[in-house]
Structure formats: C-alpha cells, structure tokens
C-alpha cells in the first residue's frame, strides 16, 4: 500500500500513457509527484523504472492513454518505485527546481546590468515584484512573453525584468 504524506494512493487515478509512435514504454502520471514549474511534468518510465522531467506541451503531442492489460504492471511498477524513492525524488525535484530558478534569475539580473549600463544609465540593482498578483506582458524589444515569474523587477523603473535583460528604462514610444 503506498502514502503520500498520511494519504492512501487510489491507484486508479493515476495516468498511463504510451508514445503513438508504437513505442512499448509506458510512462505513468502522479499528481501528487508534479512540481510548481506548469511547463513541466514528472513522469515515471515503466521501462527504466525511473522518474524524469518532461515538457508538458510535448507529452500531450506524442503521448495517448493506455487502458490494455500492462498499465496495471506499469502502475506496480510505479507503486514500487514510489514506496522506494517517491519522498526523496520530490526533495531532491524541488531542490533542483530552486536552484535552476536562482540560476535563472542571476542570468537575468546580469544581462540587465549589461542593458542598462548600455543605455548609459547608472545601475540600481534589482527588487523582488511586491505584489500578490502574477503579472504578464511582452517585451517590447524581443517580443518574448513576460510574467513574474523569477519575481525580480528594476529598481529605477519598476518594470519585469525580461530574459534578454530589458526593462523600461530603455522603452520608447
């Protein structure tokens, strides 16, 4: 019998895919094993008997539930695993998500100072979004979509910070 953290699996909720490409690996969907990042999803790999990382908007293009008479060994497989690993692959999966987030976010604040110092302004360093809503827009340079989420904002604009390093001290109409 497997927990999650006082709480029984229902083994019927969890999801078992296959690859349409007529691959025989099954791959398993946990809710309770997702991490914060929405673009991704863990799943467990019946095959190698392992949890990975994937990008959630490839899976649904190559992936199809799977409903024959293997799902129910690829879901012991999975039970097994988790009894054995399920707690310290979601540390080690947030510790992991942490740290790509601060990696991230030092990226970002140094190609800032790169962008403002171009700009011939005086650097003034960055600051945490102060507020409870998650914000979203464009660049206006490269176009790319922005949200809050690396939380970080200039601190003489107050704008998002963008991966390119731009802000609105260099927007113009």
């Not at 899976?59 to 690993?85: F, M, Q």
């Not at 011939?120 to 464009?138: A, C, S």
């Not at 690396?150 to 260099?170: E, K, S, T, V, Y």
Request: aromatic share 10%; glycine share 6%; hydrophobic share 30%.
């Amino acid at each position: 019998m497997s927990y999650i953290i006082g709480i029984q699996m229902n083994h019927k909720n969890l999801w078992v895919g296959k690859p349409k490409n007529g691959s025989k690996r099954l791959y398993v969907f946990d809710e309770f094993m997702q991490h914060k990042d929405a673009s991704m999803v863990n799943l467990f790999c019946a095959h190698s008997s392992s949890m990975k990382p994937y990008d959630r908007r490839h899976l649904r293009s190559i992936l199809a539930p799977y409903h024959d008479a293997k799902r129910e060994v690829a879901i012991s497989s999975y039970l097994k695993w988790h009894d054995k690993n399920g707690a310290d692959f979601l540390t080690i999966d947030r510790e992991r998500h942490i740290r790509e987030l601060e990696e991230k976010r030092n990226n970002v604040i140094e190609k800032h100072k790169e962008f403002v110092e171009k700009l011939g302004f005086k650097y003034h360093g960055t600051e945490l979004i102060n507020t409870g809503k998650g914000r979203k827009t464009r660049c206006y340079r490269c176009k790319r979509k922005l949200d809050s989420e690396i939380d970080i904002q200039c601190a003489l604009c107050h704008w998002i910070i963008c991966l390119c390093g731009a802000c609105g001290c260099g927007y113009s109409r």
